[in-house]
């Protein structure tokens, strides 16, 4: 991969859910040479620990700016993660599982594009 040179163009907005796979996208989104913005989601999930834990990885990258989005995902069906009524299972079943969030990944895809 190649390292951008310009800073005015070397610019990476990050989705950062604190978890590893964001964690490690971050990390070398930042070792490829990019001034890295991290955006993460406040979308009715049940668990803060996942926004401090995107806080804690965005400072500890060292990002330009971390930005903390609200939303309402359960305005698109209802899911474990963001009802509180529907329990999380403790073991997998078959078919959509209730802990799908209905388009959650477009919906931080298209606001990381805009």
């Known amino acids: 991969m190649s390292t951008p040179v310009d800073d005015d163009l070397a610019r990476a907005v990050v ?3 604190g978890g590893l796979d964001s964690a490690t996208t971050l990390a070398i989104a930042g070792a490829e040479g990019y001034r890295c ?3 993460s989601f406040r979308y009715g999930q049940r668990h803060a620990v996942e926004l401090e834990a995107a806080q804690a990885i965005a400072r500890q990258r060292g990002v330009a700016e971390h930005r903390i989005i609200d939303i309402d ?3 698109f069906g209802g899911s474990a993660l963001t009802d509180a009524a529907i329990d999380v299972p403790e073991t997998p079943s078959e078919g959509i599982p209730v802990t799908y969030v209905p388009a959650r ?3 931080f ?6």
């Open 37 to 39: 913005f991290a955006l």
């Open 15 to 17: 989705l950062v859910s």
């Open 109 to 114: 895809l298209a606001y990381a594009l805009a």
């Open 105 to 107: 990944n477009t919906v």
């Open 73 to 75: 995902l359960a305005a």
